[in-house]
C-alpha cells in the first residue's frame, strides 16, 4: 500500500489545519490507521489512531479536546483535523497503517507497517 500525505504548512497559535493521507493498493478497510508525528530530536510518537471501520478513535493526551482522527473508507482516506494547534505541536506528521489482524489500534510506531512521506506543520508563537 502506498500513503500521500498532504495539508500540512504554517499556521499562528490557536489556528486550524487539517491533514490528510490517501491510501492506494489493498483494501483500505483492511487497515488500522494512525497519525503520528516527529520533532527535530525527539522520537516519533503516536498522535491518533483510528480503527478499520473508524468506530473506535484514541488520541494522545496532549492532543484529546483539540484533534479529530476520521476516515473515509469508501474513499481510502483518512484525515487528521487539528485545532487550537500550539507551538509545541510543531512536528512532521506522518500517516501510518498498521495491518493488524486483531484489529488493534496500537500506539507504537513499531506496530505499523506501512509509511507516508510526512508532512511539516509548524506552529508560531
Known amino acids: 500500500v502506498q500513503l500521500q500525505a498532504c495539508g500540512g504548512g504554517l499556521v499562528q497559535t490557536g489556528g486550524s489545519l487539517r491533514l490528510s493521507c490517501a491510501a492506494s493498493g489493498r483494501i483500505f478497510s483492511s487497515y488500522v490507521m494512525g497519525w503520528f508525528r516527529q520533532a527535530p530530536g525527539k522520537e516519533r510518537e503516536f498522535v491518533a489512531g483510528?480503527?478499520?471501520?473508524?468506530?473506535?478513535?484514541y488520541y494522545a493526551d496532549f492532543v484529546k479536546g483539540r484533534f479529530t482522527i476520521s476516515r473515509d473508507n469508501a474513499k481510502n482516506t483518512v484525515d487528521l483535523q487539528m485545532n487550537s494547534l500550539e507551538p509545541e505541536d510543531t512536528a512532521v506528521y506522518y500517516c501510518?497503517?498498521?495491518?493488524?489482524?486483531?484489529?488493534?489500534?496500537?500506539?507504537?510506531?513499531?506496530?505499523?507497517?506501512?509509511w507516508g512521506q510526512g508532512t511539516q506543520v509548524t506552529v508560531s508563537s
Open positions: 483510528i480503527s478499520r471501520s473508524g468506530g473506535r478513535t
Open positions: 501510518a497503517a498498521d495491518l493488524a489482524t486483531n484489529g488493534i489500534v496500537h500506539q507504537s510506531h513499531l506496530s505499523y507497517d506501512y
